[in-house]
């Protein structure tokens, strides 16, 4: 069964270094997302893209975030300068079609822990 | 925030039918309502969703009642496995937005043998 895959699983860094995570959606699907879970908190949703951009963000997307789909099969989340308050586990998920279509649910990735020190 | 309110706990015996309820007294016309489930810290896993009528896959069955107020999703055969925090989303296609979840606190279900 296809899965989302994302790399690495666990993550450490130093404040104020930048890391990129990494996704590998489902190869026929079109909408990709990242969320984040800070530790015995809820999954927060952080941004949404679709045709090659952003189709929404939420607050806490700001400009330390960024995310790419450089290559048609990966899907990157980029924090420029990592806080303290980035320590969290990231969920990449992806559908085939957005919702009030037939597929549109989210399949999620294992996430990966990022823990900055 | 999430639109919806669901019990914080429920306990299940394994083998029974396990039914969460989920309140979504805001829901509008053309939102549909998710239920997906996170066991430990994986990554969350979509159960089934509706827009009226009740559905039913090999996971599991949703009732939506006719008001679309609330629904139930329903395990018919609990298991151990089936122990995880499940999630209640309402969500729509917001003027091209793709529906993105709005996860609450959800349910913790814990089956027990």
């Known amino acids: 069964e296809p899965e989302v895959t994302q790399t690495p699983s666990h993550q450490v860094t130093q404040m104020g270094q930048e890391v990129i995570l990494r996704c590998v959606p489902i190869?026929?699907?079109?909408?990709f997302y990242w969320y984040r879970q800070i530790l015995g908190q809820k999954v927060e949703f952080l941004v949404s893209f679709y045709n090659n951009e952003i189709s929404e963000k939420s607050e806490i997307f700001d400009d330390q975030f960024s995310v790419e789909r450089p290559d048609g099969s990966n899907f990157t989340l980029k924090i420029r300068s990592t806080k303290l308050e980035d320590s969290a586990m990231y969920f990449c998920a992806s559908s085939e079609g957005g919702v009030g279509t037939t597929y549109n649910e989210q399949f999620f990735g294992p996430g990966t822990r990022l823990t900055v020190l | 925030d999430a639109k919806t309110t669901q019990p914080p706990s429920m306990d299940c015996a394994e083998g029974r039918a396990a039914n969460l309820p989920c309140n979504h007294s805001t829901i509008s016309g053309n939102e549909y309502v998710y239920w997906y489930r996170q066991i430990h810290s994986q990554g969350p896993q979509y159960i089934i969703h509706?827009?009226?009528n009740n559905e039913t896959n090999e996971m599991a069955s949703l009732i939506i009642t006719e008001d679309r107020k609330s629904s139930t999703l329903i395990l018919p055969h609990a298991t151990l496995r089936d122990t995880a925090v499940y999630y209640c989303?309402?969500?729509?296609?917001?003027?091209?937005?793709?529906?993105?979840?709005?996860f609450g606190k959800g349910t913790k279900l814990s089956v027990k043998p």
């Open positions: 509706g827009l009226k």
């Open positions: 989303i309402v969500t729509g296609n917001y003027g091209g937005s793709q529906g993105n979840l709005i």
């Open positions: 190869s026929n699907h079109l909408y």
